[in-house]
């Protein structure tokens, strides 16, 4: 029990401290660990489960997705970036279906990308 109040306390401590020194960008690259560690984790049930995603070129991308819609506000702060986001999703999807055609076994292509691209949408996306 103490070690989890001390591991919270500690946890806390750096998390503030991040967001005080940096700001919102400190923030941005918090959401940005904690969703490559929860898609990681995501990826390692399917292995689990008998499928092949693209792990790391999945945590990649996702945080692509994440830090690229962050920075690119930062280049265009006043709203002027329309399409943006939906560009770096979408270029992430098809780096991906680009990626799956250099697989020489074509047996389980669809599931691969499929399980690859879940992984983006769900949580670095959401």
């Keep these: 029990m103490a070690k989890r109040i001390i591991s919270t306390i500690g946890l806390w401590s750096v998390t503030i401290g991040v967001l005080y020194a940096f700001g919102i960008t400190g923030a ?50 006043h709203g002027e970036k329309q399409g943006l986001d939906a560009g770096i999703v ?10 799956i055609m250099r697989e020489r076994d ?6 691969t990308i499929v399980y690859t691209v879940f992984g983006l949408v769900y949580i670095p996306f959401m």
């Design 28 to 77: 941005v690259w918090i959401i940005a660990i904690v969703a490559a560690a929860s898609q990681y984790e995501l990826y390692q049930m399917f292995e689990k489960m008998g499928e092949r995603p693209f792990r790391t070129l999945g945590l990649v991308l996702g945080l692509v997705m994440i830090l690229g819609s962050h920075y690119t506000n930062a280049l265009y702060p």
């Design 90 to 99: 979408a270029v992430c999807i098809v780096i991906a279906c680009v990626r």
């Design 106 to 111: 074509s047996s389980n292509r669809l599931e």
